[in-house]
């Protein structure tokens, strides 16, 4: 400690023994001193689940989860979507969790004090509008993003007035009406689409579900992003209907794009291409395999008044050379190459890592000399240093030479806890090659 704190602290200390003349020396009261290590808050009421031995120490590095094979002991009867206050062996508290005794994730944690979901649920989505409120001047963004919001299996999109809401675990399932009502309570919100349609479902013992509907639903949706409008589905688009997490790469691109042919791979509605148009490329051509998502793009591009330089083709890139017509010819002075998720399980990243490698060795190839190539990875069991190393070993073997020039991720609206990896899933690379 250093000499100043200790010096500050001794009259602390002091005045406390003279207080009390019966505390010994060294000591300090009740009420200054640290708990044992073994101390539960008293006044707590939920259910109490113990971990074994040695388990809690993810979770004190910032972890949120707690697996099956994790636990010690837990009460019967327990049901999906109860709140219970997660203890170590020794029975100090490590935080509140929503539990569900049919998933391997059994213990999600909210909070990291005891506390009630009912009670948390609305002061959390306060901080999350809160936040997002600081940073973006239009109600346009990710307003929930899971653990990181302390909103376990929670998403929530922003639409201005329309809010798109996935219910993706068996906690967040059994407090949907309480989470419907919070969300419609919101200043500025009229509409609300809850969605149950995320694969994660299955593994927690829930079935996907058609989309309900509260409130009002306009007759057409858009997200507005760089003055720009995007039409979306928010019944049935990708995520809640528009990638937000791309937004700050969007905007390098655009700033890069003047007076260049851009070639957008996996282009889905069309966000990096419609960019791209509106900061002055010359001409711009998406590929994606969704006939939906073009249809989707195509409208975006009427209504911003860049339907002259933008033209979407259906292209189903990951089986091309299969049967399928290729890949297109020709050199473009910046490929984008934003691939979906390649594995969504870690047993599953070598077999991903295999399909950036063939992805990135031909975007390269696709590149005019000096230009770009713009690489992305949401594949978060694939760590982004193994991916980086993947992506410029490619390019190297497709016989360029490369230099990074920007590296990008998910904005503020999708919050990172540094000691849980998996908020953390977007990696952006921009190379110039030779």
């Known amino acids: 400690m250093p000499a100043g704190a200790a010096s500050a602290a001794a009259p602390a200390g002091a005045a406390a023994r003279a207080a009390d003349p019966g ?18 808050p008293a006044m707590s009421t939920l259910p109490v689940v113990t971990l ?33 206050l997660l203890v170590d062996a020794r029975g100090e508290a490590l935080g509140s969790a929503l539990w569900n005794p049919q998933s391997q994730i059994c213990a999600r944690l909210f909070a990291r004090r ?47 007035a329309l809010l798109v809401a996935q219910l993706a675990s068996a906690a967040s399932e059994a407090h949907a009406a309480a989470i419907a009502g919070a969300l419609l309570a919101l200043p500025g919100v009229t509409g609300l689409v809850l969605r149950r349609d995320a694969g994660v479902r299955r ?21 507005e992003e760089g003055g720009l409008r995007f039409a979306i589905d928010p019944l049935g688009g990708l995520k809640g209907g528009w990638f937000w997490d791309q937004r700050e790469s969007r905007a390098w691109l655009r700033g890069a794009a003047r007076g260049r042919r851009v070639l957008d ?10 960019q791209a148009a509106a900061g002055g490329a010359e001409a711009v051509l998406g590929l994606d395999r ?10 975006s591009a009427l209504a911003n008044s860049l339907g002259k330089r933008c033209r979407f083709a259906a292209l189903d890139l990951l089986q091309s050379g299969k049967g399928q017509a290729g890949w297109p010819h020709g050199e473009w002075d910046l490929v984008v190459l934003d691939p979906p998720a390649l594995a969504k399980e870690r047993g599953d990243a070598e077999s991903a890592l295999g399909a950036y490698t063939h992805l990135n060795r031909k975007a390269a190839g696709r590149v005019a000399p000096g230009g770009i190539l713009l690489t992305c990875s949401c594949t978060y069991p694939v760590e982004e240093h193994i991916w980086q ?46």
Do not use: N
Not at 23 to 40: H, I, K, V, W
């Open 52 to 84: 074994l031995p040695g388990e809690e120490r993810r979770l004190r590095r910032g972890h949120c989860w707690a697996y099956a094979g994790e636990i010690a002991a837990a009460p019967a009867g327990l049901a999906a979507g109860d709140s219970v």
């Open 114 to 160: 005891p506390l009630d979901f009912a009670t948390h649920l609305p002061q959390a989505l306060e901080r999350a509008l809160d936040l997002r409120a600081r940073l973006y001047a239009a109600p346009q963004y990710r307003l929930v993003f899971g653990e990181a919001d302390g909103l376990p299996g929670l998403t929530v999109d922003r639409f201005g």
């Open 265 to 274: 791979l996996f282009c889905h509605s069309g966000g990096f291409a419609l």
């Open 290 to 299: 969704s006939e939906a998502a073009l249809a989707l793009a195509r409208r």
């Open 23 to 40: 505390l010994p020396p060294g000591s300090l009261p009740p009420m200054l001193a640290r708990p044992t290590p073994d101390a539960r």
């Open 389 to 434: 190393g993947h992506v410029l070993r490619a390019v190297a073997k497709s016989g360029r030479h490369a230099r990074v020039i920007y590296r990008g991720g998910q904005g503020g609206d999708h919050p990172v806890l540094p000691g849980m990896p998996e908020t953390r899933y977007l990696s952006v690379l921009a190379l110039q090659l030779d």
């Open 203 to 223: 593994k927690e013992g829930l079935a996907e579900l058609a989309p309900e509907v509260q409130g009002a639903l306009p007759a057409e949706a858009w997200a």
